[in-house]
């Protein structure tokens, strides 16, 4: 009768990337052969790796799942801080509307837009949004930027729609003489012309 738990013994050596053959038959008190043999027939080293590899994989997902739960509680954190802001703001601008505006309200109002803009950039950051400034000057940058995002195609200037109208007509060329290749196979087939 073996003293070996070979079930334990299998997933000590699975489970334990250091473990070895030979502190597996030293736990047991068995011979380090023994331990060889059994682990050959039963393929110990693939399955280490494979239990290594959905080990890795699984702490992974949950690293991901983490990192997405915090992100998402930073974000309502910073929404609540833009909110804030943005109603402080709207607050002391009412007031300088009315004339009513406190020297204290001033000073507020230069604090108030860096911390709004600070907790925008930060937000923008963490949605892997650009930070960098957009100066648009004219229409014409609205509609470059709108391209480049990918917000709207790109305009279709004259030359466009020539080369698009010529590659149109070679691909209705083409066509055709496929058909015509198909025409003289079929009749050089049947040998009637």
């Not at 911390?115 to 650009?130: D, S, V």
């Not at 196979?185 to 049947?190: I, L, Q, V």
Request: hydrophobic share 35%; aromatic share 6%.
């Amino acid at each position: 009768m073996s003293k070996v738990n070979w079930v334990n013994a299998r997933i000590r050596y699975c489970a334990d990337e250091h473990a070895t053959y030979d502190s597996i038959a030293k736990m047991y008190g068995v011979a380090k052969s023994t331990i060889t043999r059994k682990a050959a027939r039963e393929r110990w080293p693939q399955l280490r790796q494979e239990y290594q590899a959905e080990r890795h994989k699984q702490l992974s997902k949950a690293n991901i799942n983490k990192q997405n739960e915090v992100e998402e509680r930073h974000l309502k954190t910073i929404r609540i801080a833009i909110d804030t802001a943005h109603n402080a703001i709207v607050k002391i601008a009412i007031n300088v509307a009315n004339g009513t505006q406190s020297p204290k309200e001033a000073r507020q109002l230069n604090s108030l837009t860096t911390a709004l803009y600070k907790n925008i950039m930060l937000e923008r950051t963490i949605l892997g949004l650009t930070t960098k400034p957009v100066v648009f000057r004219n229409a014409d940058d609205i509609d470059d930027y709108l391209v480049a995002a990918g917000f709207k195609e790109p305009p279709v200037n004259s030359s466009h729609k020539d080369l698009q109208k010529a590659s149109e007509s070679l691909a209705q060329m083409i066509e055709r003489q496929k058909m015509i290749d198909g025409m003289i196979e079929e009749s050089n087939r049947r040998g009637a012309y």
